[in-house]
């Protein structure tokens, strides 16, 4: 195949092509959008601030200039503007929340800034609400507000900063460092925003640079006419939640000849409850570090008649997106991509109705989305997906490049597409896809794309200011409502370094399989409380080729750390439970020194799998692997912890659900001389009410060793505690090992137990002490990494 392949995907419902191309122009922004002009000054404020180094002195941090400007405001005529300037040494104004006024614009003049009050109590919606992470969020005023104020305006070659990288007063942190104690705890920030124009028809932004904002840059709410041209975005790539330019519910918008680098989506387009955003026009753009041109994911309102024209993303985490979910999600239709260049953007092409995994009624749909001569120069997975089968993605592609692509980088389903002829003659492939060749499209020409990347031009004469970039932060965080970096945990575990990475994964439900094949990954939530936080689905050996390839989460490389999760596969919460075809494993591991802690592994038959590896016919040595248990829980009934690894339950509770006849462990270690075995240590073994018939294990392999130290067992257990894998046709009880130490509880009946059963002495039973057992590895530094 070649390095370079054209994806050239026509859309089948040719009848309504003609309307779509027809319409294309007079789609976008319906107002005639020109290059706007600075208004005459109704008064000129001189800064009588500096900044040396970037920071105000502690007096000057209080020597706010609020009051004259918004004074100045008020007082000043429509269609004339308020001007700040520098003066002598002075270059920079300090203000509190300030208030456009109708038809008055706030004009910032070269080498000017307009600093924020670091102050959040400034910015407080009731007392004490901003400046703080907490469950609820939305408790902090913008600092420039346009409320029900038409033909208000910013414009000026200064600068706005928000200073979010700069510590509050008051406080040892930064807003952008509350931004991130949010994402590490799941909570909400309460952090400020440059400017939200709210109901105020055509707003200008005009030239200016706005830069470290807090938050949002610019939201845009249920406007009619808003123009930025030439506005220039900058905030660190690491600041979390930094959107560019945000339209919500607004219709005619022109987002032109502006330059946007921010540490979230450079432009989202948003409808949520309050009404529809069209006719928006992105054109002549230049989009640097961010998460790329967005639609979403609040779609609900409809969103529609949306023009992207001349961009180029250069280093963004994503290019092209329309995301939204079944919670948000609504109709997107009429939305077209001309004369897009890309580079070094990790995923180019994201069109996903699956955002996050809420439920809800509000399905997104995406129809008549057109891509048109858009070259990514760097390669990356393309997610090309409808709803489902009744809500289909329509989408046309036409001259689409990804260079170097490969069939496995495109993930489509839930589509109708028809493909023409292709560079590489690469087809998409996936679950309901309609697949139609055109006879009529050819092969096109990659668009050109040399000398159309450009340097994010700095505003050299501006003045700075002292902001801390936030330190990049390698953990990679899951949330299921789509506030992490990743909705889904195998995207993340796919997104991972080749020598693993740290997963944080907020509370929530993923319905997915997870494939760990990267060493060194850690797996956690920060709620203690493993229910909240769930990975599950349901295969079984029936549908999925065999037992061992059912498994919800998969662990075959090392060093792999997991902590208060739920790792579960619900098959027979909807299959009845049937002598073959029914096992279904929670989890796979055959990964060495995998930790396990506070985890519920949840299933039936076959819940956990603890292997060795590359095993040989014959009895060919097999490479030893180690597992550490620690806290957990773990539920099945037949044969439900089994393989022939090391593996070590330290502090487990074991739980059978109901079941004609119970098993707890199935160990198959397989020649005499096998490093391999199961130990148990103070645990407890509980059930189901009226469970009973329940058996510690019996020997999946001849040589099958199990060993229970102090644990605590229930009346379920069989008094003769050990069991025959076939009796009558079996005889690996004989060959076994099956130990118990200090067994205590109702079903602890040392006396009864089957004759092949060792009971340990203490020094004995000292010989099985974790890290003894488990040749040296203490899995508490695994657990210290």
């Known amino acids: 195949m070649s390095t370079r392949s054209l994806i050239n995907l026509i859309s089948p419902f040719t009848l309504g092509l003609c309307v779509i191309f027809a319409g294309r122009l007079s789609a976008q922004d319906t107002r005639k959008v020109t290059e706007p002009h600075f208004p005459k000054p109704c008064v000129t404020l001189d800064a009588q601030l500096s900044a040396p180094g ?24 429509k269609g004339h503007a308020v001007k700040l300037r520098a003066a002598g040494g002075h270059n920079v104004f300090l203000a509190a929340p300030l208030y456009l006024k109708s038809g008055v614009t706030l004009l910032i003049d070269a080498n000017t800034a307009l600093f924020a009050s670091r102050n959040p109590h400034d910015y407080d919606v009731i007392p004490r609400s901003c400046g703080v992470v907490d469950e609820h969020g939305h408790g902090c005023k913008p600092f420039i507000l346009a409320d029900h104020a038409p033909n208000a305006a910013i414009m000026g070659d200064g600068v706005i900063d928000g200073r979010g990288g700069a510590k509050l007063l008051g406080q040892d942190v930064s807003w952008w460092d509350l931004a991130h104690t949010a994402k590490v705890t799941d909570k909400s920030q309460n952090c400020t925003r440059i ?61 032109l000849y502006s330059y946007i680098r921010a540490g979230d989506d450079d432009v989202a387009i948003k409808a949520g409850k309050s009404g529809p955003s069209s006719h928006i026009t992105i054109a002549h753009d230049h989009f640097y570090s961010g998460h790329g041109m967005s639609i979403g994911s609040e779609t609900s309102g409809g969103v529609s008649a949306v023009r992207v024209s001349d961009l180029t993303i250069d280093g963004a985490d994503n290019g092209i997106r329309i995301k939204s979910d079944r919670s948000r999600g609504g109709l997107v239709e009429d939305v077209s991509y ?177 494939s760990i094949t990267k060493p060194n990954i850690r797996m956690r939530s920060n709620d203690p409380d493993a229910l909240k936080t769930e990975i599950i689905f349901g295969k079984s050996a029936g549908t999925s080729g ?60 076959d819940t956990v799998y603890v292997g060795s590896r590359n095993c040989g016919p014959d009895g060919q040595p097999c490479i030893p692997t180690r597992q550490y248990f620690s806290h957990c829980y773990i539920a099945g009934n037949v044969d439900f912890i089994f393989g022939d690894s090391k593996a070590v339950f330290d502090h487990c509770e074991i739980h059978n659900t109901p079941h004609s006849e119970g098993f707890v462990t199935a160990q198959s270690k397989h020649y005499p001389d096998e490093d391999s075995g199961f130990v148990f240590s103070h645990c407890k073994l509980t059930a189901d009410p009226g469970v009973t018939g329940v058996w510690l294990g019996r020997p999946w392999r ?26 009558g046709e079996t005889h690996s009880i004989e060959t076994v090992y099956y130990a118990e130490f200090n067994s205590t509880g109702a079903g602890a009946r040392s006396g009864e137990r089957d004759p092949h059963t060792k009971l340990l002495t203490a020094a004995e039973a000292a010989q099985y002490d974790t890290k003894t057992f488990l040749n040296g590895w203490d899995p508490e530094e695994n657990d210290a990494r």
């Open 54 to 77: 970037g920071a105000l002195s502690d007096d000057d941090e209080r020597n706010l200039d609020t009051e004259r400007i918004q004074s100045a405001i008020n007082h000043c005529k």
């Open 546 to 605: 065999g037992t061992l390839h059912s498994a919800t989460v998969e662990v075959r490389a090392d060093n792999f750390f997991a902590e208060n999760l739920t790792f579960a596969n619900d098959w027979n919460a909807t299959h009845r439970q049937l002598p073959a075809g029914s096992q279904a494993l929670a989890v796979f591991v055959i990964g060495d020194k995998a930790v396990f802690k506070n985890m519920r592994l949840l299933g039936n038959q």
């Open 338 to 514: 001309d004369n897009v260049c890309m580079r070094n953007v990790r995923n180019p092409i994201v069109l996903t109705p699956l955002y996050t995994t809420f439920s809800g009624d509000l399905l997104p749909v995406y129809r008549n989305i057109i891509l048109k001569n858009v070259h990514s120069l760097t390669t990356g997975p393309l997610t090309i997906a409808g709803l489902d089968d009744k809500h289909k993605l329509e989408a046309t592609f036409d001259n689409v490049v990804v260079d170097g692509l490969q069939p496995t980088d495109v993930r489509a389903s839930h589509a109708a597409i028809t493909v023409g002829p292709m560079l590489g003659n690469l087809v998409p492939s996936g679950d309901d896809l309609t697949v139609m060749q055109d006879p009529s499209s050819r092969p096109g020409t990659p668009v050109a794309c040399d000398g159309r990347f450009v340097d994010f031009p700095v505003n050299p004469t501006a003045p700075v200011s002292a902001n801390v970039a936030p330190t990049p932060d390698n953990t990679l965080y899951v949330a299921a409502d789509g506030t992490g970096d990743f909705y889904s945990v195998q995207r993340a575990v796919d997104a991972a370094p080749a020598d693993g990475a740290t997963i944080l994964i907020s509370p929530g439900v993923y319905r997915e399989v997870v």
């Open 702 to 727: 001849p040589y099958a060793k199990v060993i229970f130290l102090s644990t605590e067992m229930g009346d379920h257990i069989v008094p003769a505690g050990w069991r025959e894998w076939h009796p």
């Open 195 to 255: 400017l939200i124009v709210r109901e105020s028809d055509n707003f200008i932004l005009y030239r200016t640079t706005l830069r470290n904002s807090p938050n949002f840059h610019v939201s845009v709410e249920k406007s009619n006419g808003f123009t930025a041209w030439g506005v220039k975005i900058d905030t660190p790539r690491t600041a979390r939640n930094t959107d560019g330019i945000d339209p919500s519910s607004s219709t005619n918008v022109s987002i």
